[in-house]
């Protein structure tokens, strides 16, 4: 079966100190699988303490005049493992689009890195009943029959402290995973993202389909943290 993970997506803050600690609860153990997500300047610092660590973004071209990037070969190279891609802010901030997106997925997967997709609709989306419309159209030209993992992320509960019920989000998780090549159905993990705390974690991730979480605000917080990583154990 799907093994849990949970993943500290760090955005543009440092790294808490306490997760470069020995036993910090930021290292993967046999049930739960961690992964952290922190800026390009901290990932070396990440895998020297041997946290299980992925790269923010990745340009899909392997190097080449790309002033203040960072491409998906280079992280694979420093030994990142995974890298996210698509993440709601790249997309709001940088409008990045799926076509670049679905790029980005190929090549994190050539340098055999292993990509996390981020989607999600916005609040006016899931009002005009749109969201699964939206889900399926960002998903379309992934390579869905490769080993990636799926981070729903409903942008209404990103940063927000509003998270979806349980009950939303495994009704989009199970719709998710419909999309997905059957032969790929039973493997392919589906995390939730946004406002995951210490509260909501327990019951988010008891739902049949949700094998995860994608957790930002609360991952700066280790004690936070400690709690969540708790309730992914299944
Ligand atoms: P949040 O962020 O947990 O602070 O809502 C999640 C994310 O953006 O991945």
Not at 15 to 32: G, L
Not at 44 to 62: I, M, N, P
Not at 190 to 206: P, T
Request: hydrophobic fraction near 40%; aromatic fraction near 6%.
């Amino acid at each position: 079966m799907r093994t849990p993970l949970v993943a500290a997506n760090f955005k543009m803050h440092a790294v808490p100190m306490a997760a470069f600690d020995s036993n910090s609860t930021y290292r993967t153990s046999t049930d739960v699988e961690v992964v952290v997500f922190p800026t390009a300047l901290e990932v070396s610092a990440c895998l020297h303490a041997q946290l299980v660590t992925g790269g923010q973004w990745g340009y899909h071209e392997a190097e080449g005049a790309r002033t203040g990037d960072i491409s998906m070969a280079q992280l694979a190279k420093a030994g990142c493992h995974y890298v996210l891609c698509g993440h709601s802010e790249r997309r709001e901030h940088y409008h990045e689009t799926d076509e670049l997106i679905a790029e980005q997925v190929i090549a994190a997967l050539e340098a055999k890195l292993h990509p996390v997709i981020c989607i999600g609709e916005t609040a006016e989306q899931r009002k005009a009943g749109r969201a699964q419309q939206v889900i399926e159209k960002q998903l379309k030209n992934m390579p869905l029959s490769s080993n990636l993992t799926i981070a729903y992320e409903p942008i209404w509960a990103i940063g927000t402290g509003d998270s979806a019920t349980p009950a939303q989000a495994e009704e989009m998780h199970a719709f998710i995973r419909s999309l997905l090549p059957a032969d790929r159905q039973g493997e392919t993990r589906i995390l939730y993202g946004g406002s995951v705390n210490a509260e909501n974690a327990r019951a988010l991730f008891a739902a049949e389909n949700i094998d995860g979480g994608l957790v930002g605000s609360a991952a700066l917080d280790p004690e936070e943290f400690r709690a969540i990583v708790a309730a992914a154990q299944k």
